[in-house]
């Protein structure tokens, strides 16, 4: 496994895999990998001759107030694990590299509609964010296939719409949700939590659980049951941003004709941000 930071180099290698007709398959990160990130390594090793793992904390969609400065960085245990999991190739950017005119001279990439509501209403800009740099990894990459994280409910169904819009050529992958034993989505940010946080936060996978349940039971009050279930957060200790109830194709609120429903949570512990989500058939 090779580790590059430039851009040049990046094609250089990607040229001769090319050549070779190997397909290729990217998996983009922000590192501090855990076995959700594994997860992906090994369906796009699945997928491809080649992986390509990206990590780069992309400055465009983090907020002002948000952890762009603290995200943590650890990138040769990252390396040891993505060696472990498959991946051929490791791009590991600067912010200089990606941005070499700053940030506010940047071309961006605008997701209408699948980007608003949701994670979208709590942090501007952040699909923005993504989907700039996710269709930059897609030039720079030019991969067969691209595997992301239903963890990540709307940032999938973003990267999906963008790339259906702007005809690129890739086929993109959603991967399930990996847990910790008790529930939690494994993610990043878990590291914040201190350990009352830790024994809290599995409340959120829990709430989606019971919610579903009653969905799947019958109840189509959608809009109470959001209420509940945010109830039930805030009594349980986190100061919620939101839950949801969406139509699980186009993330709007669902109507009682939806079959398919995602439910859609967010809440804070302390000063992490955590997200999760469920899909439930009617
Ligand atoms: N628990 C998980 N299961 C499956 N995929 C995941 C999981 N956590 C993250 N991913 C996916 O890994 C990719 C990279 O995500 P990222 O590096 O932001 O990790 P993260 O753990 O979600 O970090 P953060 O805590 O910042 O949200 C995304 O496609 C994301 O959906
Ligand atoms: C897709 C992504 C790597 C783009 O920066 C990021 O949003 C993430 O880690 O989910
Ligand atoms: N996992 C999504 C990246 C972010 O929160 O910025």
Sequence with gaps: MRTVNSLKELRTILRGYRQQEKTVAL???????HEGHISLVRKAAEAADI?????????????ASEDLDTYPRTLSEDQEKLCDAGTTLVFAPSAEEIYPEGLARHTRVVVPEVSDGHCGASRPGHFEGVATVVSMLFNMVQPDVAVFGEKD??????????TQDLMLPVEVIGAPTVREYDGLAKSSRNGYLSEEERRLAPVIYQTLQATAAKIAAGREDFLE??????????????????FNIANSQTLKPATREDKHVTLLAAAFLGTTRLIDNLSVTR
């Design 153 to 162: 409910c709307q940032q999938l169904a973003v990267i999906r719409k963008m």
């Design 51 to 63: 992986v390509v793992t990206s990590i780069f904390v992309n400055p465009m969609q983090f907020g």
């Design 225 to 242: 049951l959001s209420q509940e279930a945010g109830d039930q957060l805030r009594e349980a200790g986190l100061r919620l941003d939101y």
């Design 27 to 33: 998996v983009p990160t922000m590192g501090n990998l």
